[in-house]
């Protein structure tokens, strides 16, 4: 999803100019919160988008239709990144998160999917289920449907009725802060000229020119007329610092991670140990999404496939970068201790497997024994020789 169409969706639209420019009116003190929701939300479903879902069929990894889908364009329409954006960003914000139903063998996230008969027992049914302007024409059983819901409700939710408190403050603090900073002039007149009622008119337009242009200039003269003193007004209001206006965006931004259990550093951008705030990112926050989606796919497909061993994994290993000189020597300890084959090895730091025979052969250094030797070794007192 686009920002503008992000914007469009949560903001009513006050004027289109063109095809690609829309002019939307939100309340100024809305965009702290708006903005650390979307930083949220971004760095989610980037993350998301960038995980492998496999698909496994009789136990063993496949590339059919199902894996494109996922992986590559569920729908003419969209790529697998912009959809999971889609997904993601309704079962942050949406209270009954996000619903995705398949169509003619492509997947689509919906933007309504109203119940038309509630059963507890065999499952829900909907109708008049839509995604833009386009409504199926069929109605879906609960078992046909991806239903996607992390929260007990949804965050965005939760962070409209606390915006609202902070927008009173970001407002407050904003009106101080243009208040304590502005310039501000006194214009004494001699009063005669003040009870001339022919002055008036004159008056009103001298603010206009004169004056207005004067303050507004970087450079101006001002002619100074008997009987007219401009004075500078020093007196302050309030406090002439952006401080508090900067203390409401981090309380905001905090927030907002707190709620989504994403790393403070990661939210600002202001990282110093990428690999920790990386793990902590992924262990509280990505894996919990990636295991969500993970689950209603493996639902949906239902218990008979499962038995057979067809089933989804979530792979989120691949969205941390790595540097194949960093991983040397643990891709030798992985190849020499026989845990892993070539191509397996070459798959994981993203390259395309060499598909030989010895390459999917699994092999081992001769620097290993087996644990029974060595305790009956221990046991008759002899050393164990590990060539």
Known sequence: MGFKNFLEKWFPVKQRIGPDTVCIDIP?????????????????????????????????????????????????????????QDVINKVIREEDGAYVVEYKGNLYCVDSCPVKMQDTINGDTYENVSVNEYTFPKEFKAKDVYHFKLHGQGIGILMAGIGEEYGKLIKSASTAFKKSNGVKYKLKLDNVQAGDDDFNEEFTEYLKTQLETYIASENAVYPEFVGRVLERDEQKVGSNSATELINIRKDMFEMVANALHIPMTLMTGNITNMNEIVKVFLTFCVDPVADMIQEVLNKRAGVNNWKEKNYYKVDTGKINHRDIFDLAQAVDKLTASGNMCIDEIRKEVGYEPLNTEWSRQHWMTKNYVKIEEMMQAIEEGREVKIE
């Open 28 to 84: 100024p003190e809305l965009y702290y919160k708006e903005l650390a929701l979307y930083t949220g939300i971004t760095l989610i479903s980037n993350a998301v988008a960038k995980s492998e879902i496999k698909t496994f069929k009789n136990g063993k990894e496949v590339y059919e239709d199902d894996y494109y889908l996922l992986n590559i364009s569920p729908n003419p329409n969209q790529s697998s990144s912009q959809f999971w």
